[in-house]
């Protein structure tokens, strides 16, 4: 685990979509996960936007989001189908092997996990010819599916090549997960790891969970659950992940900085984590008294 590893998500930054990608690249970070209203936004229109972001070298790990696409039946399924498609055409355009799909929040949408699967599998399939990969995360907040259980289970049950599930350490946190789970879930089956953490320990209500996940969330290192964070990073270590990380750091006040100065932030947050893994690591190798080795 390296700083290639590690990726700003540009929903953290402020400015535009060049500022945003020359901060990232000017702390060393290679990747970063785009936001695609970064890029319809653009004042030059999406192939502006695309060149912008082919000139800059930053690789492009992933887009985000697209919103209650599971579930849904008749025109409203046909109606995010279309979306989706779209949204893939941006990832291609764009370079991004990912597109992500977060858990439904619709009062519209079923919690029937065989359709579930199959419409995964579904955007699964229409993904492959573009070279996209689909990433389904679950929400804390999510009508059918908030724990990243369930959206492993989904996963599993689509049993398709193409799509992985999103780990979110807030979505995790916010819900008190039981970590003990990520065992079940196959590294090669991860298509993303999102990292960000909070500042106070427990959440009173769904709409201090909103007003905390949209607003107040901060890098890992800097919240008071590194606790936990460092028990999720060392057992996706073990467990044998070697993908992408994405600080996914929805704070308010952070927009009110310039980039260059939150992606330091971002940058010491990389650290942070690599130490924790690190750390591991090092306990697991120091020798312990009567060992040969000490003698």
Not at 164 to 169: F, K, L, R, T, Y
Request: charged share 20%; aromatic share 6%.
């Amino acid at each position: 685990m390296n700083l290639s590893n590690f990726g700003m998500d540009s929903i953290t930054l402020a400015g535009p979509l060049e500022s945003k990608l020359a901060a990232s690249k000017a702390v060393g970070f290679s990747q970063i996960m785009l936001w695609a209203k970064d890029l319809a936004s653009h004042p030059g229109g999406l192939s502006e936007a695309v060149r912008v972001v082919r000139a800059s070298g930053v690789r492009v790990t992933g887009i985000q989001v697209m919103r209650d696409y599971e579930g849904l039946t008749g025109p409203l399924h046909e109606y995010k189908l279309d979306i989706a498609k779209n949204m893939l055409q941006v990832c291609q355009a764009v370079g991004a092997p990912l597109l992500m799909v977060c858990s439904s929040t619709s009062s519209h949408a079923s919690g029937d996990m065989p359709l579930i699967a199959r419409q995964l599998a579904k955007l699964a399939t229409l993904a492959v010819p573009l070279g996209v990969k689909v990433g389904f995360e679950a929400l804390s907040w999510g009508r059918h599916i908030n724990q990243y259980e369930q959206s492993w289970a989904a996963v599993e049950m689509a049993d398709h090549s193409n799509l992985g599930v999103v780990i979110d350490s807030f979505h995790m946190l916010a819900n008190r997960a039981n970590l003990e789970n990520l065992e079940d879930i196959p590294s090669h089956k991860i298509a993303m790891v999102q990292l960000s953490d909070f500042m106070w320990r427990d959440i009173r209500s769904a709409e201090e969970r909103l007003e905390t996940a949209r607003h107040l969330r901060v890098f890992p290192g800097e919240g008071i659950h590194s606790s936990e964070l460092s028990e999720l990073l060392r057992r996706l270590d073990k467990n044998g992940y070697r993908g992408d990380f994405s600080f996914e750091v929805f704070n308010d006040d952070y927009l009110q900085l310039s980039p260059e100065i939150v992606a330091r932030r971002a940058h010491a947050a990389a650290k942070w984590v690599t130490d924790q893994v690190l750390r591991r690591s090092l306990n697991m190798r120091l020798p312990v008294p009567g060992h040969p080795m000490m003698a």
